[in-house]
């Protein structure tokens, strides 16, 4: 299970990403691209993925994921959080931000990620 604020944390703790409400619900942008997005009980979130990423996490826990509504044909999924796997769902952010940062903002968290494993 992954709470709303353990979600939030995940997102808000990536360089430079930023919560930003958008159609009644929080949305996580970094740069003014959206990466994910969050439903107002907490309970669902959507998150930017490739088609190919969709398809296996569909595949392999389809009470966890699903096709995501309007973007989905871009490989955006949603997640049941309260199903979730948290390393899981911690990765999968990581990964939509990474796809939606700018490179410049990517190599800063890389390099910080690899002198915090030295």
């Known amino acids: 299970m992954v709470s ?9 703790n990536l360089l430079e990403s930023e919560e ?3 159609w009644g619900h ?14 107002g ?4 979130a959507t998150v930017k993925a490739t ?5 296996a996490l ?18 955006w999924v949603s997640v049941d959080l309260r199903v979730a796997d948290p390393k899981e769902i911690a990765e ?7 796809r939606t940062a700018p490179k410049r903002l990517v190599d800063r968290h890389d390099a910080a990620e690899s002198r915090s494993v030295q």
Not at 4 to 12: I, Q
Not at 26 to 39: E, I, Q, S
Not at 64 to 75: F, P, Q, S
Not at 92 to 98: I, T
Request: net charge negative; aromatic share 12%.
């Open 92 to 98: 999968l952010v990581r990964e939509a931000w990474r």
């Open 4 to 12: 709303a604020e353990d979600f939030r944390d995940l997102a808000l």
């Open 20 to 22: 930003v409400e958008t």
């Open 41 to 44: 009980d907490g309970h669902r």
């Open 58 to 75: 569909i595949a392999a826990a389809p009470q966890t994921y699903a096709v995501a509504d309007y973007v989905g044909r871009y490989g």
């Open 26 to 39: 929080p949305t996580f942008r970094v740069g003014d691209k959206m990466f994910a997005a969050m439903d």
């Open 51 to 55: 088609p190919e990423e969709q398809e």
